[in-house]
């Protein structure tokens, strides 16, 4: 759209509205409703409410102007810190009284299988979500589990399995790192 003397206009990026009085060189006057005239550029305004008269300054619409104004900003991207990095994305604790509400009904080789049965699943929940580190916590005991672990966990090529962090899980803990452009 067009400006010309008479037209309501707004400026961008300003609370300000006015009606054009006059143009000086590429300067048009603005008459706010104060009763102040404020000189802008014709990029700067917006036609709100155009006038009858037929004086023709600018070829510039309204939509361009906004357009030219607005100036993409940059996304700020999340950083993580080296510490955030090497902690593991998943934990999933074995013990049998996290798995079943009543493991004293379970005989010792029920409670094996929900505790394997548990692992696997959430292996290849890891697996299929592109989790690269999982860490399992199977407690201290008689070792059982933590050898029928390391016997599940060497069935898929794409895995490495080790100790995990002795500081925060001690000896009860095996942390898994899942290799991502490796078929399972």
Same mark, same amino acid.
Request: a negative charge; proline letters at 3%.
């Given at each position: 759209?067009?400006?010309?003397?008479?037209?309501?206009?707004? &400026?961008?990026?300003?609370?300000?509205?006015?009606?054009?009085?006059?143009?000086?060189?590429?300067?048009?006057?603005?008459?706010?409703?104060?009763?102040? &005239?404020?000189?802008?550029?014709?990029?700067?305004?917006?036609?709100?409410?155009?006038?009858?008269?037929?004086?023709?300054? =600018?070829?510039? =619409?309204?939509?361009?102007?906004?357009?030219? +104004?607005?100036?993409?900003?940059?996304?700020? =991207?999340? #950083?993580?810190?080296?510490?955030?990095?090497?902690?593991?994305?998943?934990?999933?604790?074995?013990?049998?009284?996290?798995?079943?509400?009543?493991?004293? #009904?379970?005989?010792?080789?029920?409670?094996?299988?929900?505790?394997?049965?548990?692992?696997? #699943?959430?292996?290849?929940?890891?697996?299929? +979500?592109?989790?690269?580190?999982?860490?399992?916590?199977?407690?201290?005991?008689?070792?059982?589990?933590?050898?029928?672990?390391?016997?599940?966990?060497? #069935?898929?090529?794409?895995?490495?399995?080790?100790?995990?962090?002795?500081?925060?899980?001690?000896?009860?803990?095996?942390? &898994?790192?899942?290799?991502?452009?490796?078929?399972?």
């Amino acid at each position: 759209m067009s400006l010309k003397i008479g037209d309501k206009v707004s &400026v961008l990026d300003e609370d300000i509205t006015g009606i054009i009085t006059r143009k000086k060189g590429d300067l048009f006057g603005i008459e706010t409703t104060d009763g102040f &005239v404020l000189e802008f550029y014709a990029y700067e305004l917006v036609v709100i409410e155009a006038s009858l008269k037929s004086e023709v300054f =600018s070829e510039q =619409s309204a939509f361009e102007v906004i357009q030219e +104004k607005e100036i993409p900003q940059k996304r700020k =991207s999340q #950083r993580t810190k080296p510490k955030e990095r090497n902690l593991p994305a998943m934990e999933v604790d074995l013990h049998i009284h996290q798995l079943t509400p009543k493991p004293n #009904r379970l005989s010792n080789h029920e409670m094996l299988t929900l505790q394997l049965d548990t692992a696997e #699943r959430q292996l290849k929940f890891a697996i299929s +979500k592109r989790i690269q580190k999982v860490v399992f916590i199977h407690g201290v005991g008689e070792g059982v589990l933590k050898t029928e672990l390391e016997y599940l966990f060497g #069935r898929y090529n794409n895995v490495t399995f080790y100790a995990a962090d002795y500081q925060k899980y001690g000896m009860g803990a095996t942390e &898994v790192y899942i290799y991502q452009n490796v078929e399972p």
